[in-house]
């Protein structure tokens, strides 16, 4: 008799940006301590997986010549980790996985972290899992810090190491720029220059968490332009001083703020509407500042299957 083989399915996973992001002490496993509040971003990753028989990990798209497609891809570690969690062999999985790449690599915009939590939701279908978010939650969790909120989506916050995630109440949409840089830079590298900083002086700490909470409640874009900080931002401009001039580059072309993305190099610029997205986009493409400009929204739903769906939505585009 034949087997039915399931057909592929699609995942789109949005990026995040972190509107807040405090960075406290070093803990004994040698991450630090954060509390911080995400939001998903419209600029996505759209995760294939399928049956196949010969298993292994495909990228094309954004960056993808810098994504390793062994062992080492964490939507590859996302197959391993969930097919160990519920007792396949460790053969077992033949699993094809494709990514198509909207999210810049490196970027702080945490795109393999995206891919990560595709893959998982992707492989809860494709192997028809009777699975809780929960469960798919603590896979995730394993797989890196950013995970757990690439399931969820939304805006949230995160403690812990940002892998204890609870949503947050966000009216409205935010409209936001993003600049993309040339090459990428090391999470780690980041964290450890922020550490050298801190030994050496005292660069800036982000303020308190619950004012941006208000903000995010009062849907009010001009009030959360105002309270937008990042600890690892002062590492991420040490490590880049580029980027103080692409900060001032944005805010000068009519932007209400603007942030390195996470542990950077993207700076994401939070504008007062739609329309004043696309004008801070034109006008930032053209000060020679970035690689390439995008417009995106957010918050939007953390991974989801989309088969049915139209493939891969690339957000309006400027090249800078
Ligand atoms: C900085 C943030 C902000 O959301 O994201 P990105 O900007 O990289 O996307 C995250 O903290 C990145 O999360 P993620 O990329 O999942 O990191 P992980 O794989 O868990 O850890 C990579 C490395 O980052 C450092 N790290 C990460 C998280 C944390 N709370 N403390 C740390 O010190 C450690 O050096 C760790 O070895
Ligand atoms: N599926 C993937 N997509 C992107 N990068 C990946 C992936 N799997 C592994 N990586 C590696 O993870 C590192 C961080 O990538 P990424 O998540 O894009 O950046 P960030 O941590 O700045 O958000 C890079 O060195 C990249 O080569």
Redesign the pocket.
């Known amino acids: 008799m034949l087997a039915v083989v399931p057909r592929p399915v699609t995942v789109r996973v949005p990026s995040?940006v972190?509107l807040h992001?405090a960075v406290g002490a070093?803990r004994k496993d040698?991450?630090?301590?954060?509390a911080?509040i995400?939001q998903s971003l419209s600029l996505t990753d759209d995760v294939t997986v399928a049956i196949a028989d010969e298993p292994g990990v495909e990228v094309r798209g954004e960056g993808a010549t810098s994504v390793p497609t062994g062992g080492s891809n964490l939507a590859w570690r996302a197959v391993e980790e969930l097919a160990r969690y519920v007792g396949k062999e460790a053969d077992e999985p033949k699993v094809r996985v494709l990514i198509r790449k909207g999210i810049p690599v490196s970027g702080?915009?945490?795109g393999?972290?995206a891919d990560a939590a595709a893959t998982l939701v992707g492989l809860a279908n494709l192997w028809k899992l009777e699975i809780s978010r929960d469960e798919l939650a603590s896979v995730a969790a394993t797989l890196?810090?950013?995970?757990p909120f690439m399931l969820h989506g939304g805006t949230a916050l995160?403690t812990g190491?940002?892998e204890q995630i609870v949503p947050v109440l966000s009216r409205h949409t935010f409209h936001w720029v993003l600049a993309f840089a040339r090459g990428g830079l090391a999470?780690?590298k980041?964290?450890?220059e922020l550490d050298r900083l801190r030994a050496t002086g005292e660069p800036a700490r982000v303020g308190a968490v619950e004012p941006v909470l208000e903000a995010l409640a009062s849907g009010e874009a001009r009030q959360l332009a105002l309270l937008l900080g990042n600890d690892?931002q002062a590492a991420a401009v040490s490590l880049r001083p580029g980027l103080r001039r692409t900060l001032r580059a944005g805010v000068n072309a009519g932007a209400l703020a603007g942030i390195v993305?996470?542990?950077?190099p993207t700076c994401a610029f939070l504008c007062a509407d739609a329309e004043a997205a696309v004008q801070v986009a034109a006008e930032l493409s053209g000060a020679g500042v970035c690689r390439t400009v995008r417009v995106v929204h957010g918050p939007v739903p953390g991974a989801r299957v989309v088969n049915d769906e139209e493939p891969h939505s690339t957000p309006p585009q400027v090249h800078a």
Do not use: C, I, Q, W
């Open positions: 995040k972190n992001l070093v040698g991450f630090h301590e954060l911080t995400f702080g915009m945490a393999g972290s890196g810090s950013d995970v995160g190491r940002g999470t780690p980041v964290y450890g690892l993305s996470g542990s950077g």
